[in-house]
Nanobody, 121 residues
Framework: QVQLVESGGGLVQAGGSLRLSCAASGSIFSINAMGWYRQAPGKQRELVATIISGPNTNYADSVKGRFTISRDNAKNTVYLQMNSLKPEDTAVYYC???????????????WGQGTQVTVSS
Protein backbone atom coordinates (compact mmCIF):
# COMPACT_ATOMS: atom_id res chain seq x y z
CA GLN A 1 0.00 0.00 0.00
CA VAL A 2 0.89 3.65 -0.34
CA GLN A 3 0.78 6.16 2.49
CA LEU A 4 0.69 9.93 2.05
CA VAL A 5 1.75 12.41 4.73
CA GLU A 6 0.90 16.06 4.23
CA SER A 7 2.31 19.05 6.04
CA GLY A 8 2.58 22.80 5.79
CA GLY A 9 -0.95 24.05 6.32
CA GLY A 10 -1.82 26.80 8.76
CA LEU A 11 -3.19 30.29 9.29
CA VAL A 12 -1.87 33.17 7.22
CA GLN A 13 -2.95 36.71 6.43
CA ALA A 14 -4.14 37.67 2.99
CA GLY A 15 -1.18 38.28 0.70
CA GLY A 16 0.97 35.80 2.59
CA SER A 17 2.52 32.52 1.52
CA LEU A 18 2.47 28.89 2.54
CA ARG A 19 4.19 25.79 1.22
CA LEU A 20 2.47 22.43 1.37
CA SER A 21 4.33 19.12 1.18
CA CYS A 22 3.09 15.59 0.57
CA ALA A 23 5.42 12.63 0.92
CA ALA A 24 4.45 9.24 -0.47
CA SER A 25 5.85 6.06 1.04
CA GLY A 26 5.23 2.32 1.01
CA SER A 27 5.23 -0.21 -1.82
CA ILE A 28 5.65 2.20 -4.72
CA PHE A 29 6.74 0.86 -8.08
CA SER A 30 6.00 4.00 -10.06
CA ILE A 31 4.14 7.29 -9.71
CA ASN A 32 2.09 8.46 -12.66
CA ALA A 33 0.79 11.76 -11.37
CA MET A 34 0.69 13.90 -8.24
CA GLY A 35 -1.62 16.73 -7.39
CA TRP A 36 -3.43 18.94 -4.95
CA TYR A 37 -7.15 19.39 -4.48
CA ARG A 38 -9.09 21.48 -2.00
CA GLN A 39 -12.49 21.51 -0.39
CA ALA A 40 -14.04 24.55 1.23
CA PRO A 41 -16.98 24.25 3.65
CA GLY A 42 -20.19 23.53 1.79
CA LYS A 43 -18.42 23.11 -1.53
CA GLN A 44 -17.26 20.19 -3.63
CA ARG A 45 -13.65 19.14 -3.77
CA GLU A 46 -11.89 20.87 -6.65
CA LEU A 47 -8.62 20.50 -8.48
CA VAL A 48 -5.91 23.00 -7.58
CA ALA A 49 -2.88 21.72 -9.50
CA THR A 50 -1.44 18.53 -10.93
CA ILE A 51 1.97 17.46 -12.15
CA ILE A 52 2.93 14.41 -14.20
CA SER A 53 6.18 13.07 -15.60
CA GLY A 54 7.77 15.67 -17.81
CA PRO A 55 7.05 17.67 -15.80
CA ASN A 56 3.74 18.73 -17.18
CA THR A 57 1.63 20.89 -14.92
CA ASN A 58 -1.99 21.95 -14.83
CA TYR A 59 -3.58 24.64 -12.67
CA ALA A 60 -7.06 25.81 -11.79
CA ASP A 61 -7.69 29.23 -13.30
CA SER A 62 -8.23 30.66 -9.83
CA VAL A 63 -4.64 29.91 -8.75
CA LYS A 64 -2.68 30.47 -11.96
CA GLY A 65 0.19 32.87 -11.42
CA ARG A 66 -0.02 32.50 -7.62
CA PHE A 67 0.53 28.79 -6.94
CA THR A 68 3.35 26.57 -8.15
CA ILE A 69 3.37 22.78 -8.01
CA SER A 70 6.62 20.83 -8.09
CA ARG A 71 7.85 17.34 -7.29
CA ASP A 72 10.99 15.65 -6.06
CA ASN A 73 11.05 12.22 -7.68
CA ALA A 74 13.88 10.98 -5.49
CA LYS A 75 11.78 11.68 -2.38
CA ASN A 76 8.38 10.81 -3.88
CA THR A 77 7.24 14.21 -2.66
CA VAL A 78 5.02 16.86 -4.19
CA TYR A 79 4.98 20.49 -3.12
CA LEU A 80 2.55 23.36 -3.53
CA GLN A 81 3.98 26.84 -3.12
CA MET A 82 1.11 29.23 -2.51
CA ASN A 83 1.77 32.96 -2.82
CA SER A 84 -0.51 35.99 -2.70
CA LEU A 85 -3.05 33.99 -0.74
CA LYS A 86 -6.64 35.20 -0.63
CA PRO A 87 -9.43 34.49 1.87
CA GLU A 88 -11.17 32.46 -0.83
CA ASP A 89 -8.22 30.05 -0.81
CA THR A 90 -9.33 28.91 2.63
CA ALA A 91 -10.02 25.17 2.48
CA VAL A 92 -8.78 21.74 3.41
CA TYR A 93 -6.08 20.83 0.93
CA TYR A 94 -5.69 17.19 -0.10
CA CYS A 95 -2.78 15.53 -1.82
CA UNK A 96 -3.50 12.91 -4.49
CA UNK A 97 -0.98 10.46 -5.89
CA UNK A 98 -1.66 8.03 -8.73
CA UNK A 99 0.76 5.14 -8.33
CA UNK A 100 1.39 1.50 -9.15
CA UNK A 101 2.64 -0.90 -6.50
CA UNK A 102 4.20 -3.36 -8.97
CA UNK A 103 4.89 -3.82 -12.67
CA UNK A 104 1.54 -5.48 -13.41
CA UNK A 105 -0.79 -3.42 -11.20
CA UNK A 106 -3.24 -0.86 -12.47
CA UNK A 107 -2.44 2.67 -11.28
CA UNK A 108 -4.54 3.61 -8.26
CA UNK A 109 -5.35 7.00 -6.74
CA UNK A 110 -4.29 7.51 -3.14
CA TRP A 111 -5.38 10.50 -1.03
CA GLY A 112 -3.77 12.26 1.89
CA GLN A 113 -5.60 13.06 5.11
CA GLY A 114 -5.89 16.75 4.28
CA THR A 115 -4.32 19.86 5.76
CA GLN A 116 -6.21 23.02 6.70
CA VAL A 117 -5.27 26.31 5.08
CA THR A 118 -6.94 29.41 6.50
CA VAL A 119 -6.39 32.86 5.01
CA SER A 120 -7.58 35.78 7.08
CA SER A 121 -8.59 39.10 5.56
Amino acid sequence: QVQLVESGGGLVQAGGSLRLSCAASGSIFSINAMGWYRQAPGKQRELVATIISGPNTNYADSVKGRFTISRDNAKNTVYLQMNSLKPEDTAVYYCKVVASINRDSVPYAYWGQGTQVTVSS
